[in-house]
């Protein structure tokens, strides 16, 4: 991809103050930007690097005033971030440029594809699957029988959907996502031996998803689990059996929830959290990191942190006291020293 | 699957009540079951839910008396719940009906399967490799050379099974299993780098086990990490190079094991738990979720919690305490107050 | 593989004391050899071992003495565990045979591989990828366009590389590893929707990099995610976007580090540590088990634990006072009730 000056500021119906000529073909971060690149400049704590830089192009507010030379050809617009992040969708576009059905895949003749669809080399999709209109499924993946794709979905290599799964529109699912696979179920028998529960539910996931690389959603034992619209996961997720995840929620790399958990909306979650199975969690609850929730949020907004987990700023003031436990005993045996004299 | 409640009944030695014509096609849960669908009631808890679900067949107890009228045919069974299960079975069976050797997989010559095999497209199988009756190796998985896996074992898609392991009979390896990469060996050099320690041992996992979506069991240095018979391992957990896990053991998701520590039979360990190396758990022992195991565990039955973990109900009261820190505190202030006056 | 006590004498330019023609054809721990097994004797806790082993051979330093009969064949030599991880080492060589370009593989025209390597089946190698001399990519591997591979890189089974990432030479990366997928970026909305932020960086990882089994990095936003030459990473950790990781680190399993954070050289991270975003860790810090780090860590060689994380032996003394809490609560308690007499 190659774009001049003049060709980017009429994308962005900015002003040109330099070379119209001058052309780009990557785009960089101002303080690590070479010729031949664009950058942007919103934030006023990088200031300085434009004076240094040596990207070909500079996207600069139009109240940008620079205290010194500016040897990089500027673009004003009304809001340079917003301007980038327009680039940036737009380059991400022609990256996502793969089209078309490989002839090294595998496909059910009773799977139906929508138009536009890309299918890469060894996927496989078996009977009676049904995927929407420009889906990109890359190499690698497994569509089991009689799953449900909606539309847009982007599907990076590797991931495996197991039987009888429904994927809504514009989710993304990175490399190694693995959904559907059996809950984590098993009946203890008289002789110390385990017995496997059939797991035949399975994972339904809403519009707008996104999920990390290598996250697992497990089908549920009867019923559905649930990923509300809206929902991200990050990496290396543990979403159980029966669980269900409310709109817009936001959770962090490593975390796991347990079988049967019910989270609120517009939650956060941070990384390597833990919630035990069967919890209720209110709506905008914020979790911290390495967490471990051992019982249900009843209030929305709720803040906790610790394991097991509890009100934020009580762990806080409780966290340093424990730093200072020393000091704490050192008190105690002083008390203790003085109350003995006569 | 289509059956008529006179089938089910028949299958099940059942008694109908209602209308013995009447098919379901789909297994539910009671409080979300819709017409076409087969349930059961065992839990009094649920009762209420039969006399409002849409169930068109709900499996009950022969004791099972309504107190108001119930719409669905009912099949009364000696035990409902153990009745349902058959069914459950029964369908899986169905479900896994896969047959066949793909003409789209790479099968060694000198490899060696059993009868009623499955192997599905873009599976690897290399050389020598021992493969026995009536497994089941779904789309993209890696077997490497002179691997030996046993009679039942089914392997869902994308599992990779790096060369010389042993996997026993009976087992279920979720999607992305990863068994006998290299174990974490490296010798500090003079000159501050680390040098690789030739991994060269491998895996041996017994009868009936049953390792979740993503998880790890890394080959020894030399000689065998060990999974015994019966263990369950749940999602995204990591078994280091040369640990072993005695039989019936069952540990949840994202729990690491370092290298060389063997635990015992019967144990039930949390999620998030980390156990460092060369330890030995005794049998039976219980570890709570999050834990941090730092020394081995002679006991057997023993139970523990915290990171370091230690006595489970020493460890909740001292929890409680660190809770209240604030509150001992202003005592100890309080105290010292006290103390100066004359 | 068969070699005999002369071959093996050969090689390692040893003194046979025994049987010459001997052979053996497998490697084994002392305690654990069978006949037909090569071993070794350097740690003299072990030297029990060597009276009772039924190794045909064992390799013992010049020096040994033996206090009883001994009827395995020795090798003597100046170190025996050198010489022993020399023949690791050859045994190895020979296990990594795989040569070729499997017919199986699809391999973009415009992607150029140099000599001696090796393609496995149902690779998918895109287009403009640039592989070293002899590399070699297991089966069902996936090389996105645009990445460049350096010389001696191992990719084992079912690695995915997502496109434009730079790996160098030398490097190991295990079944399951994930290269350069999406950041974890997402702006708020005022509908308290989220926008994805797209991510345009990529991954850079130097030479002599291993990277254990199903672990992630995920591409920069701008710029590049870089792990640095001689960094040794567990299986099942997240490195998040734009993270950079110091020369000759060695990172534990089922770690996390989030976003922007430059982590040090030398340093050394326990298993199941979470590091939040946009910190900076000095060279040589250590950082113990489960710790979760939450502020720059600035002293080189500092060693910190808890979580959030602190001094090491304050932590340690701190954790001790935690586990006598309710101790601690009974003396105030008696002072208490001491004070208020009069």
Redesign the interface.
Known sequence: MELTAQQIADILKGTIEGDPTISVTT???IE?AEKGSLTFLANPKYTQYIYATNASIVIVNNSFSPDKPVTSTLIRVEDSYSAF?TL??A??QI?QNKKGL?K?A?ISASASLGEDCYV???V?IGNQVQIGNNVKI???C?I?DNVIIGNNTII???V?I??DNEIGNDC?F???V?IG??G?G?APQSD???K???Q?GNVKIED?V?I???T?V?RAT??STIIRR?V?L???I?V?HNVEIGE?T?I???T?I?GTTKIGK?CLIG??V?I?GHLVIADGVKIA??S?VGSSIKEEGTMVQG??S?DIS?YR???I??????K??T??NK??K??KKP
């Open positions: 785009l960089s971060k690590e992040a940036l969708d380059y991400n990256k490989s090294l595998s890469g080399e060894f496989s890359y190499p690698q497994y089991g990076y290599p590797g495996k197991y039987s993304t990175h490399a190694g693995v696979s059996d984590f098993f110390s031996n385990y496997k529960i059939t035949i707008n996104e990390g690389a290598n697992i497990d009867l019923g809206g991200k990050d990496n290396l543990q159980a817009n936001i962090a790399a490593q796991g347990s517009n990384g390597q833990g035990v990191a390495q471990g394991s097991p509890f009580t003031r409780s966290y006291h424990f730093k200072n436990l020393q704490i005993v008190r105690l008390l203790e003085n109350q």
